[in-house]
């Protein structure tokens, strides 16, 4: 039974900084492609970015050179790094696994196969 929990979510202020982390079981994060998605309140869910097995890393041109995804496969854990918050990254952030395919091509697009319950992250002053 493959499962995703994120946590680590909260509320900062404009241009700080949050980690999120989320925990796999039931599989190897190293041998799927992994990702972080996010959904604001009346908005469609959007990818935020994805890391593939062999480590490439593809990011929302919103959040180029502010977020970073990384992965400790010793923990099994997938994590996302959020610097210089903005108040549009406010949203639930999801984690999820592409089990069945491994590779997601470089598309944040692709579909996912497993889905964690999201964790609030709230950008407010």
């Known amino acids: 039974q493959v499962q995703l929990v994120e946590s680590g979510g909260g509320s900062v202020q404009p241009g700080g900084s949050l980690r999120v982390s989320c925990a796999a079981s039931g599989y190897y994060i190293s041998t799927a492609c992994v990702g972080w998605f996010r959904q604001a309140p009346g908005k469609e869910r959007e990818g935020v970015a994805i890391i593939e097995t062999l480590g490439t890393r593809t990011y929302a041109d919103s959040v180029k050179g502010r977020f970073t995804i990384s992965r400790d496969n010793a923990k099994n854990m997938l994590y996302l790094q959020m610097d210089s918050l903005k108040y549009e990254d406010t949203a639930m952030y999801y984690c999820?696994?592409?089990?069945?395919?491994?590779?997601?091509?470089?598309?944040?697009?692709?579909?996912?196969?497993?889905w964690g319950q999201g964790t609030q992250v709230t950008v407010s002053s």
């Open positions: 999820a696994a592409r089990v069945s395919h491994r590779s997601c091509s470089g598309s944040l697009l692709v579909q996912f196969d497993y």
